[in-house]
């Protein structure tokens, strides 16, 4: 036989993406005992079920799967413009925001063009980067796990189009301020998009955090991406979007699949967007969780950068794995970077007292941050 038609060269460099492993349905092992099942807090994913109300409406709303989507999300949009004091022109509704990115490299970037971002930081960025051919300049994260703005701007050179910002940090949880953002935007040629990662937002008590919103008015090359994945609990509806100037949204909407976002997500957000008082309340408890975790999660000897997220980081470097390995056998699905760190998700209560119990257990590898 001969061999398959080969895919473009640059797939050849594209890491494959790693989601989180999701939790054990349960079961018994070899020696026939119960399998306790694992809590899940690989995805940064809130705990609390679908909301009935949502449920409802994407049953009823399921009725009519015979027809295609309204492809431009008409109402979600116009809900989405009212809540950010936005025109709906400036939105597009998009599978997750992740795919919002995508098109955005992909309307943007030419190959060989340059997208400057920090790492560590989201996993989808190099593999956007890449598939319109385009190159990652990586600027390393300061000592406290945080963006180096100055030297991102300094990284942004004659063939930058984007500059990504991840505030809150994922993996590692500090978010942007508004004065280091502040000083990108003024630092970086207006014909350069920068992108503000919004997608944990919801979770930040620092007032002193950067806004990319409040910026867009001023800055027509600023592009805010936002989700319903993680504090409004949709991550299973694929719902996120960008807020930007009304011609990039435009240029964004032409390299969208058509009828992307689909009947059932359109609903199931329009009715989670009613309830802000639920997310809330929601994010207030998760909020609360990880004051009382992280601080607990330091005393037992890690270090852990300041979050805004829902989640936390373990600066551990080679023992990433060993710990993780190690949460495992504890019951807690975690999230390992080999060679970096860990991030586990902060969950319910019970959840996160089986992470503390897990962590009070383990003993290091000689030379390692954590406790021995
Ligand atoms: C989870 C996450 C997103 C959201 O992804 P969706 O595609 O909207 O589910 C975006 N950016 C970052 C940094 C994330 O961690």
Known sequence: MTRPP???AVLDSIPAYAPGRS????????????????????????????????????ASAAETLNRYPDTASAALVAELARKHGVDPAQIVATTGSVAALYHLLAAYCEPGDEVVYAWRS????????????????????????????????????????????CTPNNPTGPAVTADQLDRLVAAVPAHVVIVVDQAYG?????????????????????????????????????LGYLVADAEVASAVRKVSLPFAVNTLAQVAALVSLADEDGMRARVALVVAERERVVPA?????????????????????????????HLDAGGVIARPFAGYGVRITVGLPEENDRVLAALATWSSLPGSSGPN
């Open 6 to 8: 080969r895919a473009r």
């Open 23 to 58: 939790a054990a349905t349960g079961g018994v092992d070899a020696s026939g005992a119960p399998v306790v099942e694992a809590v899940k807090l690989s995805s940064n994913e809130v705990a609390y079920p679908t909301d009935p109300a949502v449920v409802a409406a994407v």
């Open 122 to 165: 989201f996993e989808a960025y190099p593999i956007a980067t890449l598939i319109p051919g385009a190159t990652a300049v990586t600027v390393a994260l300061d000592g406290d796990s945080r963006h180096d703005v100055d030297a991102m701007a300094a990284a942004v050179g004659d063939r930058t189009r984007i500059v990504l910002v």
């Open 202 to 238: 919801e979770f930040v008590t620092d007032p002193n955090t950067a806004d990319g919103l409040a910026l867009l008015a001023r800055h027509r090359n600023i592009v805010v991406l936002r989700t319903l994945s993680k504090a409004w609990g949709l991550a299973g509806a694929r």
């Open 297 to 325: 999660v330091r005393a037992l000897g890690f270090s852990v950068p300041d979050s805004q997220a829902n989640f936390f980081w373990l600066p551990v470097g080679d023992d990433a794995v060993t710990l993780a390995d």
